[in-house]
């Protein structure tokens, strides 16, 4: 057992995956109750949340007018589920051999197009199977389908707000056909992965997300909506391709920009007060920008910002507990961060505020032992034109020379963490990995943390072949686990802001909070941090396997939605008031999240004009 940075709340938490049970829109029950439907006949096998295909029971056929237009066989939930598990399977097999990226793309249509078709069944075998379909729907697969957005589009999912439509928004969110949104998940495409300007196209990324929110954080899909900001893209290759679906123009820039963003915020508030906005993907300036304009007004945060300095900040701290030392010695430990936009200062500024509360020493004091590298190596106060955000982590030029670069770095500070978010392939190269080998730490750790894989700082296998089968292995997306030489396995962690925004979000919502505090980003990193226990942190596993991500999303909305208590910030959800939830014990606030979440099964369906 182990406490926590701010030393409140108790350690570990069970890591047994409890299921997470809530039947489709009502609470959990044994038996899912009615689901109102103001459609019939076609109309309904041609609506996804409703279709059940030929899992329709005869009754229901003849109630809603879909008798004669299905075959007459009823086919049930779990038949359906097996079937569509073995046309996967069968893609599979008939897809060996060929190029990665053609089969990456053949699963994720196949998954999308069952999306198109039938909810209940894509969330459940999404759900079900969420480490095999993670990687397809999300991180990496998603990357390569922004890449390919324009020829892969068929049916429209999600809200386009372009730079033509302004002044139009306010009326516009009213054609969203969902009365009620729960989570908005928007990007302006600058800066999808390390994939950099994808324009419209980025709209996969909300997609995804989104996908993970109802799948780990079982939010709703009615209630979901991703949305693209498209205010024009400076990727020339798009620009000039007849196929691009996005506004043909350079992005739009200053208060021209900000005008668009804020007439969305402004639009989607007004019609869903109790939202929440996850910003994604937007390239460090307006991550920035926005975080700093909206969070005191709307009930919003940035998911690169702050998710990921949660997710990252776990991490380190299981890595001084990897070494079997207490966490007071996270004060002691020195380290590298590559890459200075807006992941990597969002994780920098996290993690020294935490050495600053736990050594009880001012910010600026904390940041002696870390050492910020962008583009032009090693950030000093001697380089000139210093970008403000990075003043506060410039190192003394004496110490080590300006623009120094990771490999002399790693040398000269030789650090007990080399973490990466610098988008760029490969940088953590034979070179800077064995520099590692001479690292002060017994187990030291590497965090190749960019996405999509081949942005990766390393691959997990070169990372343990040339640091040394000692190291904690991060990466952003996922690597099989490597067979050492020693004969043990090295483990690789999946550090990717999956393990916390989805959490945040649902913590946020069923709080009710009218914005997303500090304290809410801490508490909900501090729940992912205790979540393992020291024996899995002994091996190098610093987080839960992602089979238990909805157990362990729970856990960390329960942890959200507490210390939005705490700052007294909560309206409630529904029926259940601020004074109900302030009344909750832990376990009762863990309770009534899982409660809350939705689960796919299908509902009676009834009629009603
Ligand atoms: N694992 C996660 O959960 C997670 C979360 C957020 C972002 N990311 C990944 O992090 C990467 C960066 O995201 P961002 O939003 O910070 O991007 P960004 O564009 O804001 O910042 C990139 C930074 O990398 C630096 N850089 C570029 N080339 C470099 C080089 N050769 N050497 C050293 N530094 C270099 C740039 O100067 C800049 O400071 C992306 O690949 C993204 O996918 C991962
Ligand atoms: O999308 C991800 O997989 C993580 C992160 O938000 C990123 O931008 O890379
Ligand atoms: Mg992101």
New binding site residues.
Partial sequence: MWRNIAGFSKAAAATAAARTHGSRRCLSTAIPGPCIVHKRGADILHDPWFNKDTGFPLTERDRLGLRGLLPPRVISFEQQYARFIESFRSLERNTQGQPDNVVSLAKWRILNRLHDRNETLYYRVLIDNIKDFAPIIYTPTVGLVCQNYSGLYRRPRGMYFSAKDKGEMMSMIYNWPAHQVDMIVITDGS?I??LGDLGVQGIGIPIGKLDMYVAVAGINPQRVLPIMLDVGTNNQKLLQNPLYLGLRQPRLEGEEYLEIVDEFMEAAFTRWPKAVVQFEDF??KW?FETLDRYRKKFCMFND?VQ??AG?ALAGLLGTVRAQGRPLSDFVNQKIVV???????LGVTKTAVQAVARMAGISFAEATKNFYL???DGLVTTERSKLDPAVVPFAKNPAEIREGAS?VEVVKTVRPHVLLG????GG?FNEEVLKAMRESDSCKPAIFA???PTL?AECTAADAFKHAGENIVFGS?SPFEHVQLENGNVGHVNQ???MYLFPGIGLGTLLSGARIVTDGMLLAAAECLASYMTDEEVQKGILYPSINNIRHITAEVGAAVLRAAVTDDIVEGHGDVGPRDLSHMSKEETVDYITRNMWFPIYSPLVHEK
């Avoid at 978010?421 to 760029?424: C, M, Q, R, T, W």
């Fill in positions: 800066r992965l390390g390239q460090a991550a690169d998710g990921t997710v590559v890459g200075a936009g807006s992941a990597g590298i962008d583009k990771i978010l610098s988008g760029v940088i943390m960019s996405n942005n952003g550090a990717n802001n």
